[in-house]
T-cell receptor, first 110, second 114 residues
Framework: GQQVMQIPQYQHVQEGEDFTTYCNSS?????IQWYKQRPGGHPVFLIQ?????EVKKQKRLTFQFGEAKKNSSLHITATQTTDVGTYFC??????????FGRGTSLIVHP | NAGVTQTPKFQVLKTGQSMTLQCAQD?????MSWYRQDPGMGLRLIHY???????DQGEVPNGYNVSRSTTEDFPLRLLSAAPSQTSVYFC?????????????FGPGTRLTVT
């Protein structure tokens, strides 16, 4: 599968601050997925991006897919304590089984 | 629909013991997979299946066996447990095929090997 590198590994923010996590690949990706895992929980699918330059929004979350389809980002505006968790990007692997990045853990301080 | 279910939720094994982690889905998904999650390592693919009777190895298959006799079930067998297999194990399923990549995860099994 295609490797995806995710940064940063951890991010501490004060509630109300913005947060961004980045996902990078050395090769072109046909698609990228984003998942959220709450502490003690399981990963939950957030979104899939397919098109070059695509931007999608879900309330305070903005997802972008780079023009070259080698990078993606997730931006959260005005974080809340409910945003706490680990955010994973996933690129396409063999037989359509995704390959996950190592995740970015978001810690929100009230 | 129950989605993806996993049993047990917690398990403690001694080195050398064997066990089977159960996974079932009721969404008629063709694709099923097993991941392990270790701190700082993300989700690593162990084995996967693209349909009943078809399985293949992922990134970290050593020490694990799988089989897929039905669409619904995809058990993971630990042949001889080792402390390095202490981890959280997630089963996932997806509809499969191009354009249908969304993975549905089970609640996980937390395994400790002493």
């Amino acid at each position: 599968g295609q490797q995806v590198m995710q940064i940063p590994q951890y991010q501490h923010v004060q509630e109300g601050e913005d947060f961004t996590t980045y996902c990078n690949s050395s090769t072109t990706l046909s698609n990228i997925q984003w998942y959220k895992q709450r502490p003690g929980g399981h990963p939950v699918f957030l979104i899939q991006l397919v098109k070059s330059g695509e931007v999608k929004k879900q309330k305070r979350l903005t997802f972008q897919f780079g023009e070259a389809k080698k990078n993606s980002s997730l931006h959260i505006t005005a974080t809340q304590t409910t945003d706490v968790g680990t955010y994973f990007c996933a690129g396409p692997g063999g037989s359509y089984i995704p390959t996950f990045g190592r995740g970015t853990s978001l810690i929100v301080h009230p | 629909n129950a989605g993806v279910t996993q049993t047990p939720k917690f398990q403690v094994l001694k080195t050398g013991q064997s066990m089977t982690l159960q996974c079932a889905q009721d969404m008629n998904h063709e694709y099923m997979s097993w991941y392990r999650q270790d701190p700082g390592m993300g989700l690593r693919l162990i084995h996967y299946s693209v349909g009943a009777g078809i399985t293949d190895q992922g990134e970290v298959p050593n020490g694990y066996n799988v089989s897929r006799s039905t669409t619904e079930d995809f058990p993971l067998r630990l042949l001889s447990a080792a402390p390095s297999q202490t981890s959280v194990y997630f089963c996932a399923s997806s509809y499969g095929g191009e354009g249908s990549y969304e993975q549905y995860f089970g609640p996980g099994t937390r395994l400790t090997v002493t």
